[in-house]
């Protein structure tokens, strides 16, 4: 029996998808002793305009840093912050921050759309001197109708990207993810999963080049970088090999009209209609190889299973309400569950959660300053069954209706057609689905609440061991967990064997070949953060 799911839950799962210088000059400090920081904001004078650069005692320095931000556990009193903020809106500006950064001895830390997992783009987790590299003002999408391409800046969001293609391009589609607030140039660097990766693969297998600023501060198109960087930007992480400012895409036809639906059931219901048996079913259709079309992912939050479907075959509602008699008549799916829609409604349908959200809401740029969140990932490889997702519910789920897990399903093309070392992104042959899991609380990172919650996330991470891939235990790099490891610098680089941690968690056997790669573009270790690739200074 189909069940409705309260308004404050939907909104947690839309949630978690998703110097005073009065007169515009540079105020440095008036000691004799030149610091780093003194130097690399004298360096930018004249380059970058003095308004894009926000010092810690820049009246605008808190708004421009919690612009962006999407976790409160990282703008405590505690956190490490920027000593400065550059807001670039050109691609020159990249440059000049990496030149004067690197000639200063101040690291950047580079920021699009705000949603590292772990703040990373924004706050260090131990004391350093560093800026804030913040690409927001670098926003333009250029697409043309008729076009199969489009070029995109790392600062525009998913949302505005969507919204470009599907006004000024109609009948043709990128495959991104759910959270239209999602930064491309993060989302990108990642790999990029989402409900369309089954026909079209990741964001990532559909890049066809792009611009990166590398760490000597030139700017280089795929020519130029080379085939092994190309190779590794697409996938291996944000802030390891310089600073993407932009990035061509493959854009795919899609049909006039897409179907889509969301279906509430509940854990516990009677017969066919129960959550557990409907999740077990659910697994057993993700490797079919006939059905790339049809993607359902799964949102699970107290004992309710939210089942989100994106159809991109042609004939719409009527050719998915057939296609779901034939493979999943137990979801118990009716004409008036699916809404025919354009592609660029069924994204605003998937983001905002309303068959008549605009897709204007899309372009929506919100930072979330009021709700904590922690999250981790896992990959499954095999069908857990109705007893265990029973379990799940019983044991974890329905205790706390505050955690969250989103199941994205993989396979077609995405599995049985792009090989795992087509890019970074290797969790491809044989992954049924990923896991994301999140935990959110009230108040403030300290007190019990926030306690409580991180107790009950990591219980359930433990007790899901057993049912998720091992050796390694496969993770998300896009949903970054500084649980699986930090890296430890050693003689100013980052070491190799510290970084293996966490690093073959995320890119498998890809990881080596991408610390070869930092080893060759980036050797002095510029570009570092606690997760980012170490350089291989000996042959690959």
């Not at 118990?332 to 959660?353: E, N, Q, V, Y």
């Not at 505050?402 to 049985?416: C, D, F, K, N, Q």
């Not at 007190?447 to 057993?466: H, T, V």
Request: hydrophobic share 45%.
């Amino acid at each position: 029996m189909a069940a409705t799911m309260r308004g404050g839950n939907v909104a947690l799962a839309i949630i978690f998808l998703c110097f005073t210088c009065s007169n515009n000059v540079f105020l440095l400090r008036s000691s004799s002793a030149s610091s780093p920081i003194d130097d690399f904001l004298r360096c930018l004078s004249g380059k970058i305009p003095a308004e894009q650069v926000f010092t810690q005692s820049s009246s605008g320095f808190m708004a421009e840093l919690t612009s962006s931000v999407q976790n409160p556990r990282f703008v405590t009193n505690a956190t490490v912050r920027p000593a400065c903020i550059v807001a670039a809106s050109d691609a020159s500006h990249v440059q000049a921050a990496v030149r004067c950064g690197h000639r200063s001895g101040v690291r950047l830390r580079v920021r699009s759309g705000g949603h590292d997992y772990e703040g990373l783009s924004y706050r260090a987790v131990r004391a350093e001197t560093f800026a804030v590299l913040d690409l927001a003002g670098l926003r333009a999408v250029r697409v043309r109708a008729g076009d199969a391409t489009a070029w995109v800046d790392s600062g525009a969001t998913l949302g505005e990207l969507y919204y470009a293609v599907g006004t000024a391009n109609p009948g043709f589609a990128f495959p991104g993810g759910a959270c239209s607030t999602v930064g491309v140039g993060g989302y990108l660097s990642g790999g990029g999963i989402g409900l369309m990766m089954r026909k079209f693969g990741i964001g990532a297998d559909n890049v066809l080049d792009a611009m990166i600023v590398n760490a000597d501060g030139e700017l280089l198109d795929r020519g130029r970088m080379g085939e092994d960087l190309f190779w590794a930007i697409r996938g291996g992480g944000g802030e390891s090999f310089g600073v993407v400012v932009s990035w061509r895409l493959k854009l795919s036809m899609v049909p006039p009209t897409v179907a889509v639906f969301t279906i509430a059931k509940t854990a516990g219901d009677g017969g066919g209609g129960d959550a557990a048996a409907l999740l077990a079913k659910w697994e057993t259709l993700i490797l079919q190889p006939f059905l790339p079309d049809l993607t359902i992912r799964v949102v699970l939050q107290g004992r309710t299973a939210l089942f989100q479907c994106l159809y991109l075959g042609s004939g719409g509602c009527a050719r998915l309400a057939a296609t779901m008699r034939a493979y999943f008549p137990e979801l118990g799916m009716t004409a008036s569950d699916c809404h025919d829609l354009t592609w660029l409604r069924a994204m605003a349908f998937i983001s905002l959660g309303a068959a008549d959200a605009p897709p204007e809401g899309m372009l929506r740029r919100t930072n979330n300053l009021g709700t904590y969140v922690k999250s981790k990932s896992d990959y499954v490889r095999r069908p857990m069954g109705a007893a265990a997702w029973s379990a799940l519910f019983a044991d974890h789920l329905a205790s706390n209706n505050a955690g969250v897990l989103i199941l994205e399903p993989h396979g077609g093309v995405v599995g049985a057609v792009i090989p795992d070392m087509a890019t970074p992104y290797p969790h491809r042959a044989g992954v049924l689905y990923n896991i994301q899991y999140g935990v959110f609380w009230w108040g403030d990172d300290e007190g019990e609440s926030s306690a409580a919650a991180r107790r009950w996330l990591d219980a359930l991470y433990a007790a899901m061991e057993a049912a998720v891939s091992g050796n390694p235990r496969e993770a998300f790099v896009n949903y970054r967990d500084l649980d699986i490891g930090e890296n430890a610098v050693v003689g100013g680089v980052t070491e190799y064997e510290s970084a293996r941690r966490w690093g073959e968690r995320y890119f498998m056997g890809n990881f080596r070949r991408l610390a070869a790669v930092k080893g060759r573009v980036d050797p002095g270790d510029y570009f570092r953060n606690e997760q980012s690739i170490p350089p291989l200074l000996q042959p690959y």
